[in-house]
């Protein structure tokens, strides 16, 4: 099944998802069930979906990327679709789909940086070095 | 082919010897009269360049005739010539003749020639009816040509210009790191929208900017196809994950937008492009302030940082003083207990 072959990476506490070719309608809704077992299973805080290798997204998977996003946002996740190609940009406004209540970015760096800057999503790392920090503070005052 | 039947006749055809033998005499008698009427443009073309041009065409249309009989225009034997008329009247659509004057010039040879015509056949009135019907034809033909091929290359310019146009009313300018501009200029149509839009989408790829300001100061007239325009460029750059500001709105602009009931909700809009960019700093984390105030704040800073430092001196003296005494008292207590060992002293 091809919707398999799209990896989905847990780096701290974000999902990447980078899809890397074009998919048919029953390979993102795979996607999508993947996406959301993997959020239940990781317990992670963010979804970033790279699609700057499609250069085809039809309405099906339009509709689809905005549900996943409203799904992962009940389960207490963001999602970020990242680097969407001119073409398609204007494909979608053609069609009059905005995938309302997604947010996009241009990069994965800006991705990552919106996911933990906005919606205080941080590495797992991140997080111990500061408890860490933290501690060694209380250590020094005491 | 020729319409009045009489087949190749050509040795007898009068015009061609009219044309070749007394070729000055129609030259001067043209060149005067294209003077004298108001057409004449001197600025536009010297005199000689006129001269040259006439007699051209008097020895083309001569060499011609005698080649094609009394063939129509189509015929290959005015190939030349047509080509010729074709270079004429490319450069007049150039400088600017319009096209009435530019059928005038070549029509104008009629009112020369038929009259000598006239003259060299004197009674026999039937000959010259058909000479004169043929070459009256032929001059029909040769000012449409000229008409004709004036249009094409004033279309011509004008799809020139147009390109241009076009290529000039999409600049896309960076303005600063992520942030780009685009001044909208005119009016805008269906092609120009869809024109900017890629243009500005591929801007961003490659600048990777996150912020695009939309300035339509230049757009005199809006309407929902124009604000529709605008909303897909937004939108289409917001997928791509840049935010758009559009600035410049005139009042008049503002007014037609909110009758025509167009929802501008989901775009962020500022009066003039200066408070567009000064936004634009703030979203990427940037300000602009006076160079007073950043150098008050910095002296201000500098003041604090000197404080803290003389403070620090100050402690760091006292932390000296109490490192001598301290050193002092070790010493005492060193000659006091003198078999201990020095590395179990600690401050």
Known sequence: MEGSRIPILKVGRVLIVPIQFDMDDQTVMLLQERILSELERTGARGVLIDISLLEMVDSFIGRVLSDIAAMARIMDARTVVVGMQPAVAITLVELGLELRGVDTVLNVDEGIKLLRSEFGIDDEDDAGNRELSGLAEQINRS | ??????????????????????????????????????????ELITKIDLRNQSRQIVEMLARSIREAGEADFEHPAFDDLRDFLNEISRMRAVKGYTPMENATYILSLRDV?????????????????????????????????????????????????????????????????????????????????????????????ETSSTIAILDITGVRTMDTLVANHLIKTVTAARLMGARCILTGVSPAIAQTMVQLGIDLSQITTRAQMSDGIKLALEMIGRAVVSAKALSQAANGAADAANAAAQKASALAAHGTSITESNRQREKETKSFFSPMPPNDIQQ
Request: hydrophobic share 45%; aromatic share 6%; charged share 30%.
């Open chain 2, 1 to 42: 082919m020729t319409d009045n039947s009489v087949p190749s006749s050509q040795a007898s055809l009068r015009i061609v010897d009219l044309l070749s033998t007394r070729r000055d005499e129609i030259l001067n008698l043209w060149i005067a009269g294209r003077l004298e009427s108001d057409d004449f443009r001197d």
């Open chain 2, 113 to 205: 020639v038929i009259p000598l015509l006239a003259e060299e056949f004197e009674g026999s009135s039937e000959s010259l009816v058909r000479e004169m019907n043929y070459f009256t034809r032929l001059l029909d033909k040769m000012g449409l040509v000229m008409v004709d091929n004036y249009i094409r290359s004033r279309e011509e310019i004008i799809h020139q210009q147009r390109a241009d146009m076009m290529e000039l009313s999409t600049p896309v300018i960076k303005v600063w790191d992520k942030i780009l501009t685009l001044p909208i200029i005119g009016t805008l149509d269906s092609r120009r929208a869809q024109m900017m839009m890629e243009a500005l989408l591929q801007k961003i790829v």
